[in-house]
T-cell receptor, first 116, second 110 residues
Framework: DAGVTQSPTHLIKTRGQQVTLRCSPI?????VSWYQQVLGQGPQFIFQ???????GRGNFPDRFSARQFPNYSSELNVNALLLGDSALYLC???????????????FGPGTRLTVL | DQQVKQNSPSLSVQEGRISILNCDYT??????FLWYKKYPAEGPTFLIS?????DKNEDGRFTVFLNKSAKHLSLHIVPSQPGDSAVYFC?????????FGAGTRLTVKP
């Protein structure tokens, strides 16, 4: 079975540009979450989507947006890129909402974004 | 806001000995706690979890302890193996929110 997949693997952008990152969850998983991991820190929660609706949002500016499609894949968009947006962006999927041993979160390998 | 803290950036232990990784949290709304393991160029991999209604959960060589009054959890690995060398993240979860610590790099020496 395929795990969570993300594209692209690496991306280089310049300040002020816009970027779209993509995520395909594990088959059967309806919830997708996005995280930003800056070097030397743990992942920081950006968004959670479930059944195409936003269910949770972390402390990120409005330049960050996301959506989930009918096939449960998801896109993360970041506008007006800043140097500080350089990070590894992780997508994770789970079967549904809630938490528990039945609903563990599986992470993709991430997209490495570099903003110059 | 660092609601989850791992105060030891690194830990080195001898093969066969116990590894103890620690984690503290501040938000009493967290009710589910997890440990993830991360190798370079991979996303975090789920290792073990514990609900706030328990104080201990075991899975093979891995045991997680939760002290709710102290807002502290720990991961014990016994016996440690060289393949356990990785970065370990603790995470605390509430509905639709999950916060991670900064990670502890564990090195297990043969």
């Amino acid at each position: 079975d395929a795990g969570v997949t993300q594209s692209p693997t690496h991306l280089i952008k310049t300040r002020g540009q816009q970027v779209t990152l993509r995520c395909s969850p594990i088959s059967g998983h309806k919830s997708v979450s996005w995280y930003q991991q800056v070097l030397g820190q743990g992942p920081q929660f950006i968004f959670q989507y479930y059944e195409k609706e936003e269910r949770g949002r972390g402390n990120f500016p409005d330049r960050f947006s996301a959506r989930q499609f009918p096939n449960y894949s998801s896109e993360l968009n970041v506008n007006a890129l800043l140097l500080g947006d350089s990070a590894l962006y992780l997508c994770a999927s789970r079967i549904g909402e809630g938490q528990g041993s039945y609903n563990e979160q599986f992470f993709g390998p991430g997209t490495r974004l570099t903003v110059l | 806001d660092q609601q989850v803290k791992q105060n030891s950036p690194s830990l080195s232990v001898q093969e066969g000995r116990i590894s103890i990784l620690n984690c503290d949290y501040t938000n009493s709304m967290f009710d589910y706690f997890l440990w993830y393991k991360k190798y370079p160029a991979e996303g975090p991999t789920f290792l073990i979890s514990i609900s706030s209604i328990k104080d201990k959960n075991e899975d093979g060589r891995f045991t997680v302890f939760l002290n709710k009054s102290a807002k502290h959890l720990s991961l014990h690995i016994v016996p440690s193996q060289p393949g356990d060398s990785a970065v370990y993240f603790c995470a605390a979860s509430a509905i639709n929110d999950m916060r991670f610590g900064a990670g502890t790099r564990l090195t297990v020496k043969p």
